[in-house]
Structure formats: C-alpha cells, structure tokens
C-alpha cells in the first residue's frame, strides 16, 4: 500500500516560505498522510486519497476549501476532482461556499453520469447533496488579494504567467493512492490562482492534464494550471508508466527551467513505485510506503 501527498509545488520569491515555517507545511502533509493511511488500511485506495484531501482543505496554510485563493471579485472559486483506476472520475469547477469541494467532486462521481459540473449550478448540485453553506476566505487570503488589486497588480491579467513571480505560492493539494488490492486513485483540490479571473478554471479539475488514473499509474499536478492542460501532463505522465519507470515519467515532462513553466508532478505506477519530481524551490510532500512514513519538502 502506497500513498503520496502534495502541498503545491513554488519559488520562495513569492515570500510565503519565509513568513510560514517550513514545519508547518511539513504538519499540514503529516496530518493528511495521517488520515489517508487510516483509510487505506480500513477502506481503500479512493477514500484515502478523499480523506487527506480533506485534511488539507481543512488547514487554513493551503490552497484549497478554507484558505483558496481569491480571484479578482475577491471570491474563492475552487476546483477540485477525483479519478480511480477503474475510470470513474468526478470533478467541479469554480465551485463557491463550501467546506470540500473534494467531497462534491465525489458526489458528481457516483451520483450522477456526468464528469464536471461548474460555478453557480455545482453549487445548487452540492446544497441538493446536502453540503452546508460555508465561507472559505481566510484573512490572509483577502490580505493578499487587496495587495494583488490595491497595488494595479491586476493590470498584468490575464497573463497570469507574468503574474505567477507575484503569487505568495500555489499551495494547491494532490493526493494519489494504491491500496492492497493494486487499486490507484488521485484526488487534487484548489482555489487556483490568486487574482485570476472570475470564471477561470485551472487543470485541477480537467481529466487528464491535473489528474488522471488507470491500470498503468496514477498521477496529480500542481503549477500553472494553462501550462498543465497544454501539455495533458497527467494523462502522459501516467502513460509512460506503463514502461518507464515512475520517477522518469514524473520528470521528463516538465521542463528544467522554470520560467517556462513551473510546476510539480506526483505519482504510483502498478508495480507501486512511487515518483515526484517539481522544477521549483519548495515542494512539501508525505510519502506512505508499505509501513514507512516520509514527510519532506521537494527543496
Ligand atoms: N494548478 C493550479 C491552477 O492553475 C494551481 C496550482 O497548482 O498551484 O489552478
């Protein structure tokens, strides 16, 4: 059994590693490998990989449920999705005013037919499954989003590539599980980029270029979302895991430099091999594998 989690892949230059401790990302990524092992060794490899996902939508630190990122109207519009290696897949996208998106996009998976439902109506969908009303901005969000608006910084939209160095960091979560039976799942969750437009959605919830799962592997991304979904850098990765080994399938698809697009990628292939690789300066990462627990930041 094997399950690898994810707390955002970026450069310090955004400050946020200077103003929050590099143990408080590492407490976040011991709490939610905590709970994901739990249930991998109760349940299996889809609720583990739901049940960290969980834990970081919980902790304020990350970029996801409580603590998204606001986009320009000052809204927490988040993504987030699930996938199995046997192909379900559910996912919603700028989704507002709820506690886990992560558990919404498992809904669309098994109750419905559909794969994603978006903004106004995957909020109606959530409040008919059941899902409270529930206000995730953060303080430290709105903080940030008064310097990205009050400083002009908006000007740089939609180029939010130029805008990237300006992020305090990406903080998106990803989550990939193989329990006993050899069984994959991914789930990831975000509040995507700060000050992006309303309406914007990222690769976090697309099929293939955030997230994606089969017999071969499983794999979740995190950087610049446009960049992810040009490059379907999840269906790829996972793709080569059918004859590579993981750690190469994780690597090669990004690109060394940074500037052209910085990210991170994260992986279990079938044999159970675990890979993560991120052309960045921080990556904080827990790593569960067969009894043993590593809890690191990519640095
Ligand atoms: N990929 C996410 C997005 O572009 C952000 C991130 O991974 O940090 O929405």
Redesign the pocket.
């Known amino acids: 059994m094997q399950l690898i989690v994810h707390g955002?892949?970026?450069n310090d230059h955004g400050g946020s590693w200077r103003e929050v401790s590099g143990e408080s990302y590492q407490e976040g990524m011991r709490r939610a490998l905590d709970r994901g092992i739990a249930a991998l060794e109760r349940e299996n490899a889809l609720e583990a990989v739901i049940a960290s996902i969980e834990v970081l939508e919980d902790d304020p630190l990350f970029?996801c449920g409580s603590g998204s990122s606001l986009n320009l109207d000052g809204k927490a519009q988040m993504?987030a999705a699930v996938m199995t290696s046997e192909g379900m897949f559910g996912a919603v996208a700028a989704l507002e005013n709820v506690q886990h998106p992560i558990d919404v996009a498992r809904e669309v998976m098994t109750r419905t037919d559909h794969l994603l439902l978006v903004g106004e109506a995957a909020t109606r969908f959530a409040r008919s499954c059941g899902f409270p009303p529930y206000d995730p901005t953060t303080d430290s969000q709105r903080s940030l989003w008064r310097e990205i608006v009050g400083q002009g910084q908006a000007n740089l939209l939609p180029h939010?590539e130029n805008f990237r160095g300006l992020?305090r960091?990406?903080?998106?979560v990803?989550a990939v599980a193989r329990d006993r039976s050899g069984r994959l799942a991914v789930a990831?969750s975000?509040?995507?980029?700060a000050g992006?437009l309303p309406g914007?959605?990222?690769?976090?919830p697309i099929l293939g270029a955030?997230l994606f799962a089969s017999r071969w592997g499983g794999a979740a991304?995190?950087?610049?979302?446009?960049q992810?979904m040009r490059r379907l850098l999840a269906f790829r990765a996972v793709q080569m895991m059918r004859r590579e080994p993981v750690l190469k399938a994780v690597a090669t698809l990004l690109p060394e430099d940074p500037r052209t697009f910085a990210?991170g990628l994260i992986g279990i292939d079938w044999r159970g091999q675990i890979g993560y690789y991120a052309n960045t300066e921080r990556m904080p990462l827990g790593i569960y594998d067969r009894g043993k627990i590593l809890i690191r930041s990519l640095d």
């Open positions: 955002g892949a970026w970029n993504d939010l992020q960091c990406s903080d998106t990803g990831c975000t509040g995507g980029l992006k914007r959605v990222g690769d976090t955030g991304a995190t950087g610049h979302g446009e992810i990210g």
